[in-house]
């Protein structure tokens, strides 16, 4: 094998590596999630569930506000430096959160750690594909979309033999990784700058959209404690309302805008960011449901919860190769829908087979792994569905859009999930009410995911400032 050939290996293994990486942890946090709690227990006794959902919930909302300004800001000064610093801090927030004292401190550490992930993330695609041969770039794309779903896969599992060691090693892990990654980096990535002379991405809309979504997760999140007619409830609702509406005036306004108002005028992508929103929101809620239950109700150890949770995940990648090698003509809206409409029978399935004896070969598991088929069938065409009737020279700034609505869902999803929930105590009627909202989002992603193809059809070509 030549040198440069070796280099190009090593070059996507780091590449593809890092964003493993950042997928990974998602899973890993989300099975250590209740040992971490009982972990934090104080005087008072464990901290409330609307509390610890903020580990999940800050770093999903961080995660999405920052992932399209910092793309833009790496293509501006240097995408290698981006990508090496995104790594350094993600790395260093890693251990700062297998060292937090209590919860406050992990979240904060947790935000940190978003504003790495939201660095490394998109610019690893952009590293990948300017540094391939084009005969390779098509594979490459390919293998860097798949490490998600192979995060999701084996995250769950990791996450539960980590735990059996300790909560701590759910974040410790990515320090050597990270480590390893970043000095390798150094050497082999080559530094691609684009649009040195693009004016400064929206920071300040990105604040705002984030503040704006942390004021609706807040309002979910405590409207149990708060009361929902309190006024720290609606004054969250009011906030969040306002903040949103602040951040469409600034995108109108803003030279250079997190979402550019073009983009959204074209009906298809519009829509398809709708669907990953909606779907994201039951998908989110449902692997935190999942998990709470063997733990909290079956009474399953952290390895037992990976372990039982990784056979639905499991079945993402195959059926994602699988359709894209069986079905290539089949519109990706069209895909989503029968993924939506899968991941909603799997949850109906849940609903109704919900039980406090453990049942997991009988009940969960084959409505879990019908949900994941639905999920290989919906994840990897929604960037599709969304990119595909823009310029080739928006592509970017499309599929960083629709991340951005994926991870906003995802913190949506946890946080309706407390609000069914209430304080915490996971029993079999807000536990089927919660399946049936999860079955609800799917269902409406089904029906957005139809509306999107139609939208296609009549999409005129955005004329967006570049």
């Known amino acids: 094998m030549s040198n440069a050939s070796q280099r190009a290996g090593l070059l996507t293994v780091v590449l593809t590596g890092a964003t493993f990486m950042a997928g990974l942890d998602l899973f890993i946090v989300n099975v250590a999630f209740d040992q971490i709690g009982r972990d934090f227990a104080g005087p008072s006794g464990v901290p409330d569930l609307g509390s610890l959902s903020w580990v999940l919930s800050a770093y999903a909302v961080v995660y999405a506000a920052l992932l399209v300004p910092l793309g833009r800001l790496t293509d501006r000064y240097g995408r290698k430096p981006g990508f090496v610093a995104g790594l350094v801090v993600f790395t260093l927030a890693s251990l700062a959160c297998g060292l937090a004292p209590g919860v406050g401190f992990l979240v904060a550490a947790r935000i940190v750690q978003?504003?790495?992930?939201?660095?490394?993330?998109?610019?690893?695609?952009g590293l990948l594909l300017a540094a391939l041969p084009p005969e390779r770039r098509a594979a490459g794309a390919r293998l860097w979309a798949l490490t998600g779903a192979i995060a999701a896969a084996l995250g769950p599992a990791a996450g539960g033999g980590l735990v059996q060691l300790s909560w701590h090693w759910a974040f410790w892990i990515n320090v050597p990784?990270?480590?390893?990654?970043?000095?390798?980096?150094?050497?082999?990535?080559?530094?691609?700058?684009?649009?040195?002379?693009?004016?400064?991405?929206?920071?300040?809309?990105?604040?705002?959209?984030?503040?704006?979504?942390?004021?609706?997760v807040l309002g979910l999140v405590q409207a149990d404690e708060w009361g929902w007619r309190s006024v720290g409830t609606i004054g969250a609702f009011v906030a969040a309302a306002v903040g949103l509406a602040g951040f469409a005036l600034q995108s109108a306004r803003h030279p250079s805008p997190l979402i550019e108002p073009a983009l959204l005028r074209v009906r298809s992508f519009?829509?398809?960011?709708?669907?990953?929103?909606?779907?994201?929101?039951?998908?989110?809620?449902s692997l935190l449901l999942g998990i709470l239950w063997m733990q909290q109700v079956w009474g399953f150890s952290a390895l037992q919860t990976g372990l039982a949770i990784a056979l639905g995940p499991l079945a993402v990648p195959p059926t994602a190769?699988?359709?894209?090698?069986?079905?290539?003509?089949?519109?990706?809206?069209?895909?989503?829908?029968?993924?939506?409409?899968?991941?909603?029978?799997?949850?109906?399935?849940?609903?109704?087979?919900?039980?406090?004896?453990?049942?997991?070969?009988?009940?969960?598991?084959?409505?879990?792994?019908?949900?994941?088929?639905?999920?290989?069938?919906?994840?990897?065409?929604?960037?599709?569905?969304?990119?595909?009737?823009?310029?080739?020279?928006?592509?970017?700034?499309?599929?960083?859009?629709?991340?951005?609505?994926?991870?906003?869902?995802?913190?949506?999803?946890?946080?309706?999930?407390?609000?069914?929930?209430?304080?915490?105590?996971?029993?079999?009627?807000?536990?089927?009410?919660?399946?049936?909202?999860?079955?609800?989002?799917?269902?409406?992603?089904?029906?957005?995911?139809?509306?999107?193809?139609?939208?296609?059809?009549?999409?005129?070509?955005?004329?967006?400032?570049?």
């Open 114 to 125: 978003a504003v790495g992930a939201a660095a490394m993330t998109p610019t690893s695609l």
């Open 270 to 285: 519009a829509w398809a960011n709708v669907t990953t929103l909606v779907f994201n929101t039951g998908f989110g809620a």
């Open 321 to 466: 190769i699988l359709v894209a090698r069986h079905l290539p003509r089949v519109a990706p809206s069209r895909l989503i829908a029968m993924g939506s409409a899968l991941f909603a029978a799997g949850a109906i399935a849940q609903m109704s087979a919900l039980s406090v004896q453990p049942a997991y070969w009988s009940a969960f598991l084959p409505a879990w792994v019908v949900g994941g088929i639905g999920v290989g069938l919906a994840f990897p065409n929604l960037v599709a569905a969304a990119t595909a009737t823009l310029p080739p020279e928006h592509g970017a700034t499309g599929s960083g859009i629709v991340s951005m609505a994926r991870q906003v869902g995802i913190a949506l999803g946890v946080s309706v999930l407390v609000a069914i929930l209430g304080d915490g105590a996971v029993d079999t009627g807000a536990g089927r009410a919660a399946w049936l909202f999860i079955a609800g989002c799917s269902l409406l992603a089904g029906v957005t995911a139809l509306v999107m193809a139609t939208a296609r059809e009549r999409a005129p070509a955005p004329t967006v400032a570049v």
């Open 177 to 216: 990784v990270g480590s390893l990654l970043a000095i390798v980096a150094v050497r082999v990535v080559p530094d691609v700058r684009h649009n040195e002379g693009a004016p400064r991405p929206d920071l300040a809309g990105a604040a705002v959209l984030a503040a704006a979504i942390g004021a609706l």
